[in-house]
């Protein structure tokens, strides 16, 4: 967004991969608005300058969101199914939590044990929290 200037285009190829609400949509919009900035959609007839080409953005903004929801329905309910059957545990974790507090014992600092086992300083104060 930083990039564009007045009168240049912003091509998309389709609205749904723009925004990922029916607000964001709206926001982007009328930023592209304020700087001057055109719309095009590759794959749709997208022309914001009249009253109907707006409508149909917004159409097409709603039916996107709604899309996106109904992914991610049905997204949680296949982890909920794979976790009901103990499939879904998550990931592997990638710290070893005795090493860390053994290593904590001895007198060394979140940051050193961070460095010495290769994993993020956040990682180290999770385990020591625990």
Request: proline share 2%; hydrophobic share 40%.
């Amino acid at each position: 967004m930083e990039f564009l200037r007045p009168g240049d285009t912003l091509i998309v190829t389709r609205i749904d991969r723009l925004a990922r609400s029916l607000r964001d949509l709206q926001n982007i919009v009328h930023e592209l608005r304020e700087k001057g900035v055109h719309l095009k959609a590759t794959e749709q007839p997208i022309d914001t300058g009249s009253a109907a080409g707006k409508a149909f953005l917004s159409m097409l903004g709603v039916f996107g969101e709604f899309e996106n929801n109904l992914r991610r329905e049905r997204q949680m309910e296949g982890i909920n199914a794979a976790k009901a059957r103990g499939v879904y545990k998550g990931r592997k974790p990638s710290i070893k939590a005795d090493e860390v507090r053994r290593l904590h014992k001895v007198g060394l600092g979140a940051t050193a044990i961070a460095k010495k086992l290769g994993v993020g300083r956040a990682s180290v104060y999770r385990v020591l929290t625990r």
